[in-house]
Each structure stands twice: as structure tokens, then as C-alpha cells.
């Protein structure tokens, strides 16, 4: 094949016409006043599209040259080819064979793939199924522990409402001595314990006399459902709410005429017994 070198097109002329093209329309630009007009700008225009045209058309040359000496060597390269048929298809014989090597080991490959992923699916699923296990031992411990945590809460609810109720009967008995000092100490003291229990949200609340019957709030010690109309007559032993909700109603004696004068009501000797005025299960809060 012949020396590309000799079939080089002269580069420099056009370069020459390319840098002139381009400084016409540097030119025109510089020499005319902004905004340009329609004229300006096709003349840029042309100087710039002009100059481009220059400066591809030796590259243009070169290659059309270029082309024309590949093909006459390639015709001339033609019997040499024609000549090595025999080798070429020997050739292709010998890559034939390596392809289907190829081709069995990519089948082998292949079912080693299919296999390592079933056991990667299967290892997977019983991953899963473990950790499925362990959540649910997890939230069965947790269950086991709220429900003790609410036993809990019961029991010492209950413990603190017997206390409360202790002290209640205490005042109660204080206010029905006459005793002023020993009414104004009992007062003091139930106060204190009061403020103790508000601070764990146990708050106790008293039905007032001529209140109306409010089966939510009120509990009666002569009949479970009182008829409508019926009044408070007398608060025998206070109410629990935990945190704004009732766990336990003030037990009253009621009356349908409105509040009236009668002796004190006594109690029950298991006033404070928590079967005598069962709390409410406070549930979570």
C-alpha cells in the first residue's frame, strides 16, 4: 500500500483563507454598530460559514485520497486472500470447535448458577422463617411483660385506693367526734396523702349532697339502679379516676325527694375492702 504521507492534501492555503474569512467577519462586527443589521449579519454569517468550509475541506480531500489508496491496495490484496482460503477456513473450523467448548462449559456454568441460587432461595426462606420465630418469642416475652406490668399496676392501685380509704374513714370518723383539732390534723393528713396519689394520677373525687344520680360517677349502697330522678342523699366513700378516667364510683345512699336530714349512715365494716367497691382495670395508659 502506498505511503499515506504522499497523498496529503496541502493544509496551509486553506488555513490562510479560513483565518482571512473569519477576520472579515470579525470585522464587520467590530466596524458596525450593535445592534447589527440583517446585511451584518449574513455577511458574518458567510464569512464564518466560508471559513468552516475551509478549514474541513482539506481534511475532506485527505480522506476521499485515503480512500481511494485503501481500496486500490484491497483490490490488489485480493488474490493473496483468495489464496489463504484454506488457512481462513481452518481457522474457522478450529474456532467452531472452541465455540462449542465454550458453549458446554457455559451450560455447566449455568446449571451451577441455578443450583447455588436455589440453595441461596431455600437458605433465604429459612432465614426468614427464623427470624419469624424469633419475632414472635419476642412479642410473646413482651406480652408476658405488659400483662405483669398491668398486674402490677392493678396491685399497687389497689394497695394505694385501701390506703386512701383508710384515711377517708378516718377523717369521716374525725368529722362526726367534733373534735376541731383533731378534725383540722385528720384534714391535713388526707390532703397530704391526696397530693401523694395525684402525682401517679390517682385522683378521688366526692358526690355532694343533692347531686344528681350519675350511674358513671355514682354507685348506690341501696339499689343498683336507682330510678330516674333520684338525688344524692349522703357520700359514703369516695371515687378513684386514673389520669381523667373513673376506675371506681363514689358509693352514695340516694334519695328521691332531695337532699334531707337523716343520722349518719355507717359504713360497712369492709368499707375499705376492695370487694366491697372493686376498681376498674385501668388497662394501658
Known amino acids: 500500500m502506498r505511503d499515506t504521507n504522499t497523498l496529503s492534501v496541502p ?20 466596524e458596525s454598530k450593535l445592534p447589527l443589521g440583517h446585511w451584518e449579519m449574513t ?48 481457522q474457522i473450523s478450529n474456532a467452531t470447535n472452541h465455540w462449542e467448548n465454550v458453549q458446554l462449559q457455559a451450560e455447566k456454568i449455568s446449571v451451577t448458577a441455578r443450583e447455588t441460587a436455589e440453595r441461596m432461595a431455600a437458605e433465604v426462606r429459612d432465614f426468614t422463617d427464623f427470624m419469624k420465630k424469633i419475632n414472635e418469642s419476642e412479642k410473646s416475652t413482651l406480652r408476658l411483660e405488659v400483662e405483669k406490668l398491668r398486674r402490677a399496676e392493678t396491685d399497687w392501685l389497689q394497695v394505694l385506693v385501701h390506703l386512701l380509704d383508710h384515711v377517708y374513714a378516718l377523717h369521716t370518723g ?21 397530693d401523694a396519689a395525684r402525682r ?8 355532694d349532697t343533692g347531686e344528681k344520680f350519675d350511674a358513671q360517677r355514682h354507685k348506690s349502697i341501696e339499689a343498683e339502679a336507682p330510678p330516674a330522678g333520684t338525688v344524692v342523699a349522703e357520700n359514703l366513700a369516695p ?35 376492695q370487694d366491697q367497691l372493686p376498681l376498674e382495670s385501668p388497662g394501658p395508659t
Not at 374525725?174 to 391526696?194: D, K, M, V, W, Y
Not at 401517679?200 to 358526690?207: D, I, K, M, N, Y
Open 200 to 207: 401517679v394520677g390517682l385522683s378521688p373525687f366526692a358526690a
Open 43 to 90: 455577511a458574518c454569517g458567510v464569512c464564518a460559514a466560508r471559513g468552516a468550509l475551509l478549514g474541513v475541506l482539506p481534511f475532506v480531500l485527505d480522506y476521499r485520497a485515503l480512500i481511494k489508496a485503501v481500496e486500490a491496495g484491497a483490490l490488489g490484496a485480493v488474490s493473496e486472500k483468495i489464496q489463504n482460503l484454506e488457512r481462513l477456513a481452518a
Open 174 to 194: 374525725a368529722a362526726r367526734s367534733g373534735q376541731p383539732r383533731l378534725i383540722e390534723q385528720l384534714t391535713h393528713f388526707q390532703n397530704a396523702c391526696r
Open 239 to 273: 371515687g378513684y379516676t386514673l389520669q381523667g378516667r373513673i376506675i371506681r364510683p363514689a358509693l352514695v345512699r340516694v334519695t328521691a325527694d332531695g337532699p334531707t336530714e337523716t343520722a349518719p349512715a355507717k359504713l360497712p365494716a369492709a368499707f375499705a375492702d
Open 11 to 30: 493544509k496551509w492555503p486553506f488555513f490562510i483563507g479560513d483565518a482571512v474569512l473569519l477576520g472579515i467577519a470579525y470585522f464587520i462586527y467590530r
